[in-house]
């Protein structure tokens, strides 16, 4: 197994993820001699995972559990078969091989039924931060049932994903097999030499060959760098002869509609219209947005550590008479947690009326999630939920800027916003939080204060911005 062939082509549960985040990244990790060292925490939050202790936790305590903690994914699998066999109830952490493919269920459970193994088999289950079924965890426990069923003789009929909330979710492996089968077949055929076609995504950042695409996009200006286009949409565009930004960009409305008469016109003449503006490096307004009027005006964002499934930081830029002053509600532990928020909400009575301008939809999720947890007045609730206001939300219907992604960081940047803390951006922030938590150095939350400060004063910059360009 250890052979360089083989181990190229090894196939894991994180293969599915890397796939669907970027096909080249599988491309690149296979048939390039640059070895991309990715740290196992950044891994974890790749495809959504939590660290092994809020995974024991979430277990709880069950009475007839085995762990297995072997790294050598043959031993590790002869040790889980092993446990398999004895029928232990549930089995963490094991591994499941099968030529080169390789699963790694953080959970394996014990059913009734006839298989190889008695009169029980097994079902898998991985845990997950997030509180609904996605797709890409399907695709993973439809790997994990092909696996099972090569080594138990029955294929589960379920999959099973489990909250941080201890909740389980469950799916029918049958009604997503053939996306599954779809996706394992282009996997395999990229492992064997064949280079997926280019596609520029969101999901490439996380790759380590990001800064590869990227040049590549931009070389041969590249249809899918214009922010949200669908791949299908780039089929049809190829169909109706357009190969490039730089070919979009030269059309007139007449000119585009007579060509492309398979799209929609608005959504059609959106995407020249982004095609232009990237090829002229310039922002085009299409409509204008309208602020309220506020003597205070509140700016918000939030830390996370989602490994922990741990909300550490309330951030709150507040402009009272363009005067502005930074608060930062922190809980250093978990059980500090309910004490933030009360103590945020506090605040947050003392501005009734004020707007709370945020970026992207996770403030608002979090939010949502905290008044459910915590007792939470019903004026507050009413509050946050009627003043916070998604810019976002706003941009995308009113402003094209000349740019593939629309993050915070890009956008702001774009603008002139200029970050002191960018070596903190990101996923940064959460390894600067762990370190915290291990070390107890007031320097890490240092840092995560002052680039949580930048992130509502990029915000602040960026509403001042559209209301002075809108």
């Known amino acids: 197994?250890?052979?360089?062939d083989l181990k190229h082509r090894i196939i894991s549960e994180k293969t599915f993820f890397h796939y669907l985040k970027c096909p080249n990244w599988i491309y690149h990790k296979a048939h390039t001699d640059e070895e991309k060292m990715i740290q196992p925490l950044q891994e974890q939050l790749i495809d959504d995972g939590l660290l092994i202790e809020k995974q024991r936790e979430v277990l709880g305590d069950r009475l007839d559990l085995i762990e297995i903690e072997i790294e050598d994914p043959e031993k590790a699998f002869e040790e889980t078969l092993k446990a398999m066999r004895?029928?232990?109830?549930t089995i963490f952490h094991g591994a499941?091989?099968?030529?080169?493919?390789?699963?790694?269920?953080?959970?394996?459970?014990?059913?009734?039924g006839k298989s190889r193994l008695g009169d029980y088999y097994y079902v898998a289950a991985d845990i997950k931060?997030?509180?609904?079924?996605?797709?890409?965890?399907?695709?993973q426990g439809c790997f994990y049932a092909e696996l099972l069923e090569q080594i138990q003789g029955i294929k589960p009929l379920q999959g099973y994903i489990m909250t941080p909330d201890r909740v389980l979710l469950s799916y029918l492996i049958e009604s997503f097999e053939t996306?599954?089968?779809l996706t394992l077949h282009e996997i395999e055929r990229i492992l064997a030499g064949d280079k997926p076609a280019h596609f520029l995504t969101s999901g490439?950042?996380?790759?380590?060959?990001?800064?590869?695409?990227?040049?590549?996009?931009?070389?041969?200006?590249?249809?899918?760098?214009?922010?949200?286009?669908?791949?299908?949409?780039?089929?049809?565009f190829k169909k109706c002869g357009i190969e490039s930004v730089r070919d979009l960009a030269t059309y007139s409305d007449a000119k585009i509609k007579k060509q492309c008469p398979f799209f929609e016109k608005e959504r059609l003449f959106w995407l020249r219209d982004q095609a232009k503006a990237l090829t002229s490096g310039e922002y085009i307004i299409k409509q204008a947005i309208f602020f309220k009027e506020s003597s205070v005006e509140l700016y918000f964002d939030i830390e996370s550590d989602p490994l922990r499934d741990f909300d550490y930081l309330f951030g709150l830029l507040v402009n009272q008479k363009n005067k502005l002053k930074y608060h930062g509600f922190i809980a250093k532990k978990p059980e500090e947690e309910a004490k933030m928020w009360y103590t945020f909400i506090k605040c947050i009575e003392s501005f009734p009326d004020a707007p709370i301008y945020h970026y992207g939809w996770f403030e608002r999720e979090v939010i949502h999630r905290f008044s459910m947890r915590y007792e939470t007045p019903e004026s507050v609730k009413h509050s946050l939920e009627e003043n916070m206001i998604d810019l976002l939300n706003l941009i995308r219907p009113a402003v094209i800027f000349p740019l593939s992604f629309y993050s915070l960081k890009d956008i702001a940047t774009y603008l002139g916003f200029k970050w002191q803390h960018l070596e903190v951006a990101g996923s940064n922030s959460i390894f600067y939080f762990e370190n915290y938590l291990e070390t107890h150095k007031k320097?890490?939350?240092?840092?995560?204060?002052a680039y949580n400060e930048e992130d509502v004063?990029?915000?602040?910059?960026?509403?001042q911005w559209l209301s002075k360009h809108t």
């Open 1 to 4: 197994m250890e052979s360089s």
């Open 86 to 89: 004895e029928g232990h109830q």
């Open 96 to 112: 499941l091989l099968y030529g080169h493919w390789i699963g790694h269920p953080d959970i394996l459970e014990k059913v009734e």
């Open 129 to 139: 931060r997030s509180r609904t079924l996605r797709n890409d965890y399907k695709f």
């Open 179 to 181: 996306s599954y089968k």
């Open 204 to 236: 490439c950042k996380q790759s380590p060959w990001f800064s590869i695409c990227k040049e590549e996009s931009q070389l041969y200006s590249d249809l899918s760098l214009l922010n949200h286009i669908w791949r299908e949409e780039i089929a049809l």
């Open 443 to 449: 320097k890490y939350l240092e840092e995560i204060l």
């Open 457 to 463: 004063r990029a915000t602040f910059h960026l509403k």
